[in-house]
């Protein structure tokens, strides 16, 4: 049985020591999910101030 540990505990090991193959595709970075939340907020924060006279605006439009 201690054999077995050893041998799982090894692999493990040697897991954790390799680095990923591609460093590209890890998804994203701290930055962008930073600057996405950002940008969220600064367009929520565009609609709730302007958000009724864009409407306003909207239905006043005429086609012909």
């Known amino acids: 049985m201690f054999d077995r540990l050893c041998t799982w505990w090894s692999q493990i090991a040697a897991r954790a020591a390799k680095a990923p193959p591609d460093q590209r595709d890890r998804g994203s970075t701290t930055e962008n999910v930073i600057w996405i939340a950002a940008l969220a907020a600064l367009a929520l924060t565009i609609i709730g101030i302007f958000g009724p006279e864009i409407l306003h605006a ?7």
Do not use: D, L, S, Y
Not at 58 to 64: D, I, L, M
């Open 58 to 64: 909207a239905n006043r439009v005429v086609f012909e």
